[in-house]
């Protein structure tokens, strides 16, 4: 069953705001933080729906935290396929976001 747009936009909406949450929280309460991205993978299953892709390459595929410029670097890197990658500190994970042209 596809969700209605109507529940999948409060969805979305409660996505960003435990986000901005997440955010808040990551240094002064990182397990709270965590918390929040949890629920937000909860949400986003639950109702069938995409965390939004900007959100979503924030979140640390490996250890699911909230990737923060003190937590992780990034690198451009113009291999083959240029892509941004982004290394988490906490579990070692390397993102890599392909940049497309245009
Ligand atoms: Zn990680």
Redesign the pocket.
Known sequence: MMPDRVTSNIATERIRILFKLAEENITSHPTRSKRYIDLIRKIASRNRIHIPKELKRRI?R??K?LLTPSNSHIRIRHTREPHVAIT?H??G?VSRIPLRRR
Do not use: E, P, R, S
């Open positions: 640390c490996g250890c935290n988490c906490n579990c994970h």
